[in-house]
């Protein structure tokens, strides 16, 4: 009913860049927030960004993991409910399947079901 489709991993050198895409379609009403996080091998899947858009009277709320604060630019179009991210500065340690989820509005405003992407491999080597 809801899907989660990423884009635009791949391999690159440190100091690379990179930007993903992720699109939510289906039975969308309206998105509370689309985030990215990230999963390494043997490590718990984190949070990288995440843009809150719905249910914010006063704007759009954007949250970095300290990690990547400064590297990493989220950014959303809303209309399309699609969100992106833009990696500067690749490190090794970015190196993760990237995962997308878009947590949905109701109608009141407030967050409700999220769904996740099938991932995308970032890898970061020399």
């Known amino acids: 009913q809801v899907q989660v489709v990423e884009s635009g991993g791949g391999l690159v050198q440190p100091g690379g860049s990179l930007r993903l895409s992720c699109v939510a379609s289906g039975s969308i009403f309206s998105i509370y927030s689309m985030g990215w996080y990230r999963q390494a091998p043997g490590k718990a899947r984190e949070l990288v960004a995440r843009f809150v858009t719905g249910g914010v009277a006063g704007g759009d709320i954007i949250t970095y993991a300290d990690s990547v604060k400064g590297r990493f630019t989220i950014s959303m179009d809303s209309a399309k409910n699609t969100v992106y991210l833009r990696m500067n500065s690749l490190k090794t340690e970015d190196t993760a399947v990237y995962y997308c989820?878009?947590?949905?509005?109701?109608?009141?405003?407030?967050?409700?079901?999220?769904?996740w992407g099938q991932g995308t491999q970032v890898t970061v080597s020399s």
């Open positions: 989820n878009a947590a949905l509005s109701n109608e009141y405003g407030l967050a409700s079901a999220s769904y």
